[in-house]
């Protein structure tokens, strides 16, 4: 935020005494003061349409305006459904566009999602792998996340969704191998690796998103 009072004083010619505490500063100072309250009200204006900053019946007015109902998810929820609404409305469901919304979506970059198309096995549809660490951390189940991806895909295109996982057995047979981010996890349950999880849209119901 500007210094409107240091600014004013600035200006100020030599024959004024360009010191706050002085007879001119003191009347510079209040109308200083306006100025400072005036600019917090429009920077509190612009935050609240802000999606990441804007929160309760604010954010519910910027859902409105895309479209995308509320239900009765968190804030935090709710800013990912906006975020996935918008760009769904700009998707022209290609895959590299695809790439694009879910990467900004969760945060991660896009070389963390990879997109595969099943054809010819399985015509119209394509397989989205994501890590599930960013999917936990948004505070979305996976079921959620899953169902999004399956909305930003092209119509007609069926979108399974696969969790990747740390989780890994030893790969030499009758070998042990460590490894505190990949293998079982200690009695604390603070090291080990995470399991997957895979969804496939045609075997689960759809959720009001």
Do not use: H
Not at 45 to 66: C, F, H, K, P, Y
Not at 77 to 94: E, F, H, M, P, T
Not at 149 to 172: H, I, N, P, R, Y
């Amino acid at each position: 935020m500007p210094n409107f009072l240091q600014s004013m004083l600035k200006r100020l010619t030599d024959n004024y005494a360009q010191k706050e505490n002085s007879n001119i500063g003191k009347l510079l100072k209040i109308i200083a003061d306006e100025m400072n309250e005036i600019e917090t009200a429009f920077l509190e204006i612009q935050n609240s349409r802000d999606i990441d900053q804007t929160e309760g019946a604010t954010l519910d007015r910027v859902g409105t305006n895309v479209q995308q109902l509320r239900g009765a998810v968190s804030d935090d929820i709710y800013r990912v459904l906006i975020k996935a609404k918008i760009k769904r409305n700009i998707s022209d469901g290609g895959i590299e566009t695809m790439i694009d919304i879910i990467s900004f979506i969760l945060n991660i970059d896009k070389t963390d999602v990879k997109i595969t198309e099943s054809w010819p096995a399985e015509p119209a549809t394509i397989q989205v792998d994501v890590p599930a660490s960013a999917v936990n951390g948004l505070g979305l189940t996976l079921l959620q996340f899953a169902q999004i991806c399956d909305l930003v895909a092209a119509s007609g295109v069926k979108a399974s969704t696969l969790f990747q996982g740390t989780f890994e057995f030893s790969s030499m047979e009758g070998d042990v191998e460590t490894d505190i981010d990949k293998g079982f996890a200690d009695d604390l349950q603070t090291t080990g690796g995470t399991l997957g999880a895979y969804y496939d849209p045609a075997s689960s119901a759809p959720l009001p998103l």
